[in-house]
């Protein structure tokens, strides 16, 4: 089974601190995705990532950035966190960009921004 | 812009019924089309993927419908129980190398 695992089920932090939220697979995956998703507005995509050292921004790109060293670790970084970012985030994988793939998703991390 | 609408935010369903949930769809013609289930505090979890040209496609008490006329699919749970309580996410290729979701609808299936 591909797993996908985030490093944190629960985060608060305050406004204006760096936060990191990682993710990892261990699928050989191409392909990583964070979203954030919120009430009402569904899942929305925030980068993505074709292969490592590779990144695309998404549809909410602003006041995030992203790191992907390693084929199985996609990073997301909040430099200054805000709390209009508290939300939970979700990090995917998948093996190619094809329609049929489909994405295994990791358990979410939901971050509170005070 | 690609747009996906879910019929309905919620949806109460009594048990032992079956229960449909529609995904609606504009401005594209995916090739596949994907359902998802969400469980509070979890990430959504593939259930099943229908191609343009397969008009139904069944997986155990699950069943979706892909209309490429009307833009639509549809989304069966017969025998419905409580534990089919859960947020389902259609999904479709935007022809751009992303999947893209619709907001999903909450499933309540009563006892």
């Known amino acids: 089974d591909v797993k996908v695992t985030q490093s944190s089920r629960y985060l608060v932090k305050r406004t204006g601190e760096k936060v990191f939220l990682e993710c990892v697979q261990d699928m050989d995956h191409e392909n990583m995705f964070w979203y954030r998703q919120d009430p009402g507005l569904g899942l929305r995509l925030i980068y993505f990532?074709?292969?490592?050292?590779?990144?695309e921004k998404g549809d909410i790109p602003e006041g995030y950035s992203v790191s992907r060293e390693k084929k199985e670790r996609f990073s997301l970084i909040l430099e200054s966190a805000s709390t209009n970012q508290t939300s939970m985030y979700l990090c995917?994988?998948?093996?190619?960009?094809?329609?049929?793939?489909?994405?295994?998703f990791g358990p979410g991390t939901r971050l509170l921004v005070l | 812009s690609q747009k996906i609408e879910q019929n309905s935010e919620a949806l109460n369903i009594q048990e032992g019924k079956t229960a449909t949930l529609t995904c609606n769809y504009t401005n594209y013609s995916p090739a596949y089309l994907q359902w998802y289930r969400q469980d509070p505090g979890r990430g959504p979890v593939f259930l099943l993927l229908i191609r343009e040209n397969e008009k139904e496609k069944r997986k155990e008490r699950l069943k979706v419908t892909f209309d490429t006329t009307l833009k639509q699919s549809l989304f069966h749970i017969t025998a419905s129980q409580p534990a089919d309580s859960a947020t389902y996410l259609c999904?479709?290729?935007?022809?751009?190398?992303?999947?893209?979701f619709g907001k999903g609808t909450r499933l309540h299936i009563l006892p």
């Open positions: 999904a479709l290729d935007n022809g751009d190398d992303k999947i893209i």
């Open positions: 990532s074709y292969d490592v050292k590779m990144k």
């Open positions: 995917a994988s998948r093996t190619g960009t094809g329609g049929w793939e489909t994405q295994y």
